[in-house]
C-alpha cells in the first residue's frame, strides 16, 4: 500500500501516472518505509532553481533602525505587519515582479520576521520585512541572496535622476504639495524643500532614514515603488541643507558597493 507525503487525495495519482510535483512513500510488509523521488519532481526542482538563478536583484536596502517619521510613513502605506520606530528594515527589489511571491516565501521561512508590504508590479516586485532584532532581518535577506545566487554587491547602483533644494516655498506651492501627498505630513509657505529622485525607487527609503537621523526635518513624502523613487522632505533652510547632504551621502554608500561588481 502506497502513501503520499504532505499531500491532499486530490494531488495522488490519477490512474497509476506519476505523481506531478512531490515524494512518494512507499510502504513494504514489514513497516519499513523508503522514499521515492518521482522524475516529474526531479525536472521541477530543477526548473525552479534555474528560475530561482535567473532572479535578478534590483535593489537591497537594510535598514538599522527606522526614524519615527519614516516607520509613521510606511506604516501609512503597509499591507501587512506596521513597523515601529527602532525597528530593523530589509526592503528588496526583484524582476521578474511575480518573483517577489517566490523570494517573500523564502525570506519568511528563513527568520520569524514580519511581512510589511509586498507590491508586484508589471516589471518588478518589491517587499518590506521588519524586525526589532537587525541579525534576524539581515539572516533573511542572507538566505534570499543565496537562494538566488546573487549578493550585495550585485546590487543595481542607485541613478539620481533628479536632486534640488528649494529654499522658502511659496504658499501656492505648498498648497499643491500637500494636496498631492497625504500620507506624509504637510509643508508650510516659507519653509525650505529637499526633493531627491532615484531610480530604482527602493533607495529613497535609506536616503529618508539617514536624513531624519541627521537633522530636524518634516518628512512630507516617500514613494519607494514605481519606475522612480521620490522623496520630499522640508524644514529650516540650514536643517534641510544638513538632510539633504546626509540623504546623498547615503546613495554615495550604496553606489560604492555597487561599484565593486
Known amino acids: 500500500m502506497n502513501r503520499f507525503a504532505g499531500f491532499d487525495a486530490r494531488e495522488r495519482r490519477v490512474g497509476g501516472s506519476a505523481l506531478v510535483t512531490g515524494t512518494e512513500v512507499e510502504t513494504s510488509e514489514s513497516g519499513a518505509g523508503r522514499i521515492i523521488t518521482t522524475d516529474s519532481e526531479s525536472t521541477l526542482l530543477k526548473r525552479r532553481n534555474s528560475l530561482l538563478e535567473s532572479i535578478e536583484l534590483r535593489t537591497h536596502v537594510f535598514i538599522d533602525s527606522l526614524q519615527p517619521q519614516l516607520a509613521a510613513y510606511m506604516g501609512s502605506v503597509s499591507q501587512g505587519f506596521l513597523p515601529i520606530p527602532g525597528d530593523a528594515c530589509l526592503w528588496m527589489e526583484v524582476s521578474p515582479g511575480m518573483a517577489v511571491h517566490r523570494v517573500t516565501d523564502i525570506a519568511l521561512k528563513a527568520s520569524n520576521v514580519r511581512l510589511g508590504q509586498m507590491v508586484v508590479e508589471r516589471a518588478f516586485g518589491s517587499m518590506a520585512l521588519y524586525h526589532r532584532d537587525q541579525s534576524t532581518v539581515l539572516h533573511s535577506g542572507d538566505v534570499v541572496l543565496e537562494a538566488i545566487g546573487s549578493s550585495i554587491e550585485q ?42 529622485e532615484t531610480e530604482p525607487a527602493g533607495y529613497v527609503l535609506i536616503a529618508a532614514n539617514e536624513a531624519e537621523k541627521a537633522s530636524n526635518i518634516t518628512l512630507v513624502d516617500v514613494k519607494a515603488v514605481g519606475a522612480f523613487g521620490r522623496l520630499t522632505l522640508a524644514g529650516r533652510e540650514g536643517d534641510v541643507e544638513e538632510a539633504a547632504a546626509a540623504a546623498m551621502r547615503a546613495i554615495e554608500i550604496v553606489n560604492r558597493s555597487a561599484a565593486l561588481r
Not at 497625504?182 to 529637499?194: D, L, V
Open 155 to 196: 546590487r543595481n547602483p542607485a541613478e539620481v535622476s533628479w536632486t534640488e533644494v528649494i529654499r522658502a516655498i511659496t504658499p501656492d506651492h505648498a498648497v499643491l504639495i500637500n494636496r498631492q501627498n497625504r500620507r506624509g505630513s504637510m509643508i508650510e509657505a516659507g519653509m525650505s524643500m529637499f526633493i531627491l
